[in-house]
């Protein structure tokens, strides 16, 4: 794993801790792009995002009210 693909899985965890009750796929990229000034191809920031998951660093949660599937930290969920 290189430097900035480091660099991004911190900041991805950064982003998502700070908003413990979940983002969905698309408040992510918003919250990259506009808080954090990152633009990524969508398609490399879903690979990025399901190798967390795959991980077990970020967890898929589905919310009813929102209908969509929520980002969350796992260590989040698990408490």
């Not at 990229?29 to 991980?55: C, F, H, P, S």
């Not at 970020?58 to 009813?64: A, L, T």
Request: with cysteine.
């Amino acid at each position: 794993m290189s430097s900035a693909e480091k660099s991004l899985r911190e900041v991805i965890a950064k982003i998502i801790a700070r908003n413990p009750d979940g983002l969905t796929f698309e408040e992510l990229r918003n919250q990259l792009e506009a808080g954090e000034q990152i633009y990524i191809d969508g398609v490399e920031l879903r690979k990025t995002v399901a190798e967390m998951i795959r991980q077990g660093t970020i967890c898929k949660e589905p919310s009813p009210q929102r209908k969509k599937m929520l980002l969350k930290l796992c260590s989040q969920i698990q408490q």
